[in-house]
């Protein structure tokens, strides 16, 4: 699914939005209705062998070696 996070200039306010056709140019503020917005730069996940698997890297925050069962 093309789903992307965009944040607000005028607000500050971070949203997702389902983008279908290409249409970032419509995309507006979910709280303040601005025009004013760009894309961030989200991780990327996926399922791989019944796991699943994050593009951002080995490690997680709940430990220290990155390898624990509750990251993937």
Do not use: N
């Amino acid at each position: 699914m093309p789903i992307f996070e965009f944040q607000c200039e005028e607000c500050g306010e971070i949203f997702e939005e389902l983008i279908l056709g290409g249409k970032l140019e419509e995309i507006k503020c979910k709280k303040c209705k601005s025009s004013k917005v760009y894309k961030l730069i989200s991780q990327v996940a996926y399922k791989s062998e019944g796991k699943f698997v994050s593009s951002g890297g080995s490690g997680c925050s709940s430990c220290s070696g990155g390898t624990c069962s509750s990251c993937h």
